[in-house]
């Protein structure tokens, strides 16, 4: 059951505190709480409940609040809570009125949190947010134009610049090898035999042989090594294979004895269809002599990740999720996240109305890289007056004027941007490693790291204005703020 808030928090100067003294108004949490619009998304949230049954739930802006923190702190979920316990400006961030020593909630409603706030809602977020905060800056500049420059300046030309690419968000999982992999499915069946076997002792007389120590000692001896050879490696795959076919065969026995799948816990039953799965995908990999395989498991844990090749030095294969992002004026957005591998070129056309829908007019410029310029995009973009980056199709020309060469460096230099603010979120923030397990929540993570990502852009904008109007005649801050000056 979810009740709707019947005030919203106090303004920071009426919010209570054990000891004397106020909050600041220029604090960044303070200042990041008026920035995201919590009100209008309340009742989106709010369907995840039923009306008239069950406990209350936590408020909207709690929920969001914490994972916002942690996202900007870099935190687990119990020290997130630690944090907010700890802190009246996080503790006004995620709508408390009053300052508590008692922790706001546990930390594992931190998952239930994720599971809640899909990808889809915190998207909503994110673009509503930025929009706002452009609209309260654009107003003044359009209030002194003349109304019909304004609609002449809108129909007669595209604005604006779009940079589209694409990423991958690396999963916390190890590096997934077959013998490894096959060594954990073996251990997971025998787990399973014994949960069977334990609801069937009456029955049985005797429990049914795994050679659990036999296929551990025949794994270590080539893991152990430091390189074995591919026939050796190859040995013992079959080695493993047999071990599981074996236990896959007992598993079946015990359950026409009359064990039901009921005494498997939910855990132990995916497990089980995991590994099954994991079998005939490695089985027929190990016959036919392919190192591939369509919607290969590399994780038992978390079967919903593949391999993701994307050929870069260092990481050519990434396991996680493919990401598809715009740069709409410095602020990104997540535009497609799946975990299966995909050709972000096809995203384009979907990218290029989203930003006429989000802005009104189609853009100026879309700066991409070479897969994006294929000649159905570079139609679509010719058809609507869009100047795509990089070098026209067929050979290239002898002599390229100045002017060409000048606007190509800027346009790569235009799109390096997004190139920085992949570096920044893997770097600064939690998108090299997402640390949730199941495949909703990671992309919750995901979704939450961008809108972190602009809400500390939006910050540095604010704290900028700020000091212009503080120090107006300092020329250093204005020529590090105002691109009229480089």
């Known amino acids: 059951m979810y009740r709707k808030a ?121 673009q509503r947010m930025v929009k706002k905060i452009q609209e309260e800056t654009e107003e003044e500049p359009k209030k002194k134009a003349p109304k019909l420059e304004r609609e002449e300046a809108i129909e007669s030309r595209n604005q604006g610049q779009l940079i589209l690419d694409a990423t991958c968000s690396p999963a916390d999982i190890s590096y997934p090898q077959d013998l490894e992999l096959l060594n954990q499915a073996r251990v997971k069946t025998e787990k399973i035999i014994d949960t069977l076997y334990e609801a069937l002792k009456v029955k049985l007389k005797k429990k049914p042989k795994t050679y659990r120590n036999l296929a551990r000692k025949n794994y270590l001896e080539v893991a152990k090594k430091r390189r074995p050879s591919r026939k050796k490696r190859r040995k013992a795959i079959k080695k493993q294979l047999q071990y599981i076919k074996r236990n896959l065969g007992h598993i079946e026995q015990l359950m026409q004895t009359g064990a039901a799948l009921d005494v498997l816990s939910k855990r132990e039953y995916k497990s089980l269809l995991v590994v099954t799965e994991v079998y005939r995908q490695q089985q027929w990999m190990y016959e036919n002599k392919f190192q591939r395989i369509d919607d290969r498991i590399v994780s038992l844990n978390q079967p919903h990740i593949r391999p993701i090749v994307r050929g870069k030095a260092g990481t050519p294969v990434e396991f996680g999720a493919k990401l598809s992002v715009s740069l709409r004026n410095g602020y990104a957005f997540l535009d497609r996240i799946s975990w299966d591998n995909f050709n972000e070129s096809v995203d384009l056309k979907t990218q290029v109305e ?122 250093i801050l204005e020529t590090s703020i105002n691109p009229a000056y480089n």
């Open 354 to 475: 989203a930003f006429k829908q989000y802005t009104g007019v189609y853009p100026e410029s879309v700066h991409v890289d070479r897969i994006y310029r294929t000649r159905s995009n570079r139609a679509f973009c010719k058809d609507r007056g869009i100047r795509i980056s990089g070098p026209p199709l067929g050979r290239p020309p002898i002599h390229v004027s100045q002017e060409k060469k000048k606007q190509a460096l800027e346009d790569e230099r235009i799109r390096n941007s997004i190139e920085g603010k992949f570096g920044i979120s893997k770097r600064r923030f939690s998108l090299n490693r997402v640390m949730a397990k199941l495949p909703h929540t990671s992309q919750t993570a995901i979704a939450i790291t961008f809108l972190v990502m602009n809400l500390s852009a939006l910050l540095r904008q604010f704290f900028c204005l700020f000091f212009c109007v503080l120090l107006p005649s300092c020329q």
């Open 6 to 126: 019947s005030s919203w928090p106090t303004p920071p100067e009426n919010f209570e505190l054990p000891f004397e003294g106020k909050l600041s108004q220029d604090n960044r949490w303070v200042i990041m709480a008026n920035l995201i619009p919590w009100e209008e998304f309340e009742e989106e949230y709010a369907k995840n409940f039923a009306e008239d049954i069950g406990a209350p739930a936590l408020a909207f802006r709690m929920a969001l609040g914490s994972l916002i923190i942690k996202e900007r702190l870099g935190t687990s979920d119990r020290e997130t809570v630690e944090q907010i316990k700890e802190n009246p400006y996080l503790q006004y961030f995620i709508g408390r009125n009053h300052y508590s020593n008692d922790a706001p909630f546990d930390a594992s409603l931190l998952v239930r949190f994720r599971e809640r706030i899909n990808v889809n809602l915190v998207n909503q977020i994110n």
